[in-house]
Protein backbone atom coordinates (compact mmCIF):
# COMPACT_ATOMS: atom_id res chain seq x y z
CA UNK A 1 0.00 0.00 0.00
CA UNK A 2 2.67 2.58 0.76
CA UNK A 3 4.26 1.74 -2.83
CA UNK A 4 0.92 2.61 -4.41
CA UNK A 5 0.19 5.71 -2.28
CA UNK A 6 3.87 7.08 -3.64
CA UNK A 7 3.12 6.54 -7.17
CA UNK A 8 -0.07 8.55 -6.49
CA UNK A 9 2.36 11.19 -5.00
CA UNK A 10 4.57 11.10 -7.60
CA UNK A 11 2.13 11.60 -9.68
CA UNK A 12 0.29 14.62 -7.86
CA UNK A 13 2.54 16.79 -9.92
CA UNK A 14 1.59 15.65 -13.50
CA UNK A 15 -1.67 16.01 -12.52
CA UNK A 16 -1.59 19.19 -11.21
CA UNK A 17 0.53 20.14 -14.72
CA UNK A 18 -2.99 19.12 -16.68
CA UNK A 19 -5.11 21.92 -14.86
CA UNK A 20 -5.93 25.29 -16.83
CA UNK A 21 -8.08 28.22 -15.72
CA UNK A 22 -6.18 28.83 -12.52
CA UNK A 23 -6.38 25.17 -11.20
CA UNK A 24 -10.15 25.09 -11.64
CA UNK A 25 -10.49 23.17 -14.88
CA UNK A 26 -8.84 19.90 -16.32
CA UNK A 27 -7.84 19.46 -19.85
CA UNK A 28 -8.29 16.04 -19.77
CA UNK A 29 -11.64 15.76 -17.53
CA UNK A 30 -11.62 11.53 -17.51
CA UNK A 31 -8.05 11.37 -16.20
CA UNK A 32 -8.62 13.99 -13.69
CA UNK A 33 -11.55 12.05 -12.74
CA UNK A 34 -9.63 8.63 -12.71
CA UNK A 35 -6.89 9.96 -10.69
CA UNK A 36 -9.22 11.61 -7.93
CA UNK A 37 -10.88 8.16 -7.53
CA UNK A 38 -7.68 6.44 -7.00
CA UNK A 39 -6.80 9.02 -4.64
CA UNK A 40 -10.29 8.33 -2.61
CA UNK A 41 -9.81 4.90 -2.71
CA UNK A 42 -6.52 4.99 -1.69
CA UNK A 43 -7.09 7.18 1.42
CA UNK A 44 -10.38 5.62 2.65
CA UNK A 45 -8.17 2.13 2.41
CA UNK A 46 -5.66 4.00 4.84
CA UNK A 47 -8.06 5.16 6.98
CA UNK A 48 -9.68 1.37 7.65
CA UNK A 49 -6.18 0.25 7.77
CA UNK A 50 -5.72 2.63 10.71
CA UNK A 51 -8.74 2.38 12.36
CA UNK A 52 -8.35 -1.57 12.14
CA UNK A 53 -4.25 -1.47 13.96
CA UNK A 54 -3.38 -0.70 17.29
CA UNK A 55 -0.54 1.85 17.55
CA UNK A 56 -0.06 2.31 21.55
CA UNK A 57 3.86 1.85 20.81
CA UNK A 58 5.53 1.52 17.01
CA UNK A 59 9.07 2.00 18.10
CA UNK A 60 11.62 1.78 21.64
CA UNK A 61 13.35 5.01 21.82
CA UNK A 62 16.96 4.73 20.41
CA UNK A 63 19.77 4.32 22.97
CA UNK A 64 21.58 7.36 23.74
CA UNK A 65 25.17 7.42 21.51
CA UNK A 66 27.38 5.43 23.44
CA UNK A 67 30.32 8.03 22.45
CA UNK A 68 30.29 12.08 21.69
CA UNK A 69 32.58 13.19 19.45
CA UNK A 70 34.22 16.03 20.02
CA UNK A 71 36.35 18.60 17.86
CA UNK A 72 40.19 17.48 18.29
CA UNK A 73 42.72 20.50 18.85
CA UNK A 74 46.67 20.35 20.07
CA UNK A 75 47.23 22.60 22.43
CA UNK A 76 50.97 22.95 23.18
CA UNK A 77 50.69 24.92 26.70
CA UNK A 78 48.31 22.58 28.03
CA UNK A 79 50.55 18.97 27.29
CA UNK A 80 52.11 18.90 31.19
CA UNK A 81 48.53 19.35 32.53
CA UNK A 82 46.96 16.60 30.22
CA UNK A 83 50.33 14.49 31.61
CA UNK A 84 49.13 15.18 35.19
CA UNK A 85 45.29 13.70 34.47
CA UNK A 86 46.38 10.87 32.79
CA UNK A 87 48.73 9.76 35.64
CA UNK A 88 45.78 10.04 37.70
CA UNK A 89 43.42 8.56 34.90
CA UNK A 90 45.83 5.36 35.08
CA UNK A 91 46.16 5.53 38.89
CA UNK A 92 44.58 2.46 40.35
CA UNK A 93 44.09 4.10 43.83
CA UNK A 94 42.13 6.81 41.93
CA UNK A 95 38.14 6.38 41.20
CA UNK A 96 36.96 9.70 40.13
CA UNK A 97 38.48 12.75 38.90
CA UNK A 98 36.93 16.29 38.83
CA UNK A 99 37.89 19.69 37.28
CA UNK A 100 37.34 22.41 38.77
CA UNK A 101 38.22 26.45 37.75
CA UNK A 102 37.10 29.69 35.91
CA UNK A 103 35.18 29.60 32.76
CA UNK A 104 36.87 29.73 30.04
CA UNK A 105 40.58 28.44 31.41
CA UNK A 106 40.23 25.55 29.46
CA UNK A 107 39.13 22.41 32.05
CA UNK A 108 36.62 21.37 28.76
CA UNK A 109 39.68 21.48 26.20
CA UNK A 110 42.21 20.00 28.29
CA UNK A 111 39.69 16.82 28.43
CA UNK A 112 39.05 16.39 24.82
CA UNK A 113 42.80 15.94 24.43
CA UNK A 114 42.70 12.74 26.70
CA UNK A 115 42.20 9.72 24.45
CA UNK A 116 39.69 7.79 26.48
CA UNK A 117 40.70 3.82 25.63
CA UNK A 118 38.33 2.19 28.01
CA UNK A 119 39.32 -1.41 27.04
CA UNK A 120 42.95 -0.69 26.65
CA UNK A 121 43.25 1.00 30.00
CA UNK A 122 41.08 -0.88 32.03
CA UNK A 123 38.42 1.40 32.06
CA UNK A 124 35.13 -0.10 32.62
CA UNK A 125 33.03 3.43 31.29
CA UNK A 126 33.66 6.82 30.81
CA UNK A 127 31.23 9.49 31.84
CA UNK A 128 31.73 13.08 30.70
CA UNK A 129 28.87 15.23 33.28
CA UNK A 130 29.44 18.87 32.40
CA UNK A 131 28.19 20.60 35.74
CA UNK A 132 28.37 24.72 35.97
CA UNK A 133 27.09 27.16 38.51
CA UNK A 134 23.12 26.36 40.38
CA UNK A 135 23.74 22.66 39.12
CA UNK A 136 21.10 20.56 40.32
CA UNK A 137 22.77 17.03 41.71
CA UNK A 138 19.06 15.12 40.53
CA UNK A 139 19.70 16.36 37.05
CA UNK A 140 23.03 15.43 36.71
CA UNK A 141 22.48 12.02 38.31
CA UNK A 142 19.92 11.35 35.81
CA UNK A 143 21.85 12.17 32.75
CA UNK A 144 24.49 9.92 33.75
CA UNK A 145 22.29 7.35 34.38
CA UNK A 146 20.50 8.08 30.90
CA UNK A 147 24.18 7.91 29.11
CA UNK A 148 25.01 4.04 31.00
CA UNK A 149 21.72 2.70 29.81
CA UNK A 150 19.24 2.85 32.69
CA UNK A 151 15.10 4.43 32.39
CA UNK A 152 14.31 7.36 33.91
CA UNK A 153 12.29 4.71 36.26
CA UNK A 154 14.93 2.22 36.67
CA UNK A 155 17.74 4.61 37.34
CA UNK A 156 15.32 6.01 40.08
CA UNK A 157 14.75 2.48 41.77
CA UNK A 158 18.44 1.94 42.18
CA UNK A 159 18.92 5.49 43.89
Known amino acids: MITEAEKLVANGPQQMNNLCL ?4 SKNCLSSYKFGKKVAKMLQAINDL ?3 GVF ?3 AESQPAASVVVRPEERPI ?3 PTIEKVW ?4 DKDVG ?3 LYGLGGVGKTTLLTQIKFCTTANGLDVVIWALVSNGYDIGKTQNKIGGKIGF ?3 SWKNKC
Open 87 to 90: NCIV
Open 96 to 98: IIG
Open 22 to 25: GGFA
Open 77 to 79: ALQ
Open 50 to 52: ISK
Open 56 to 58: DKV
Open 151 to 153: SAE
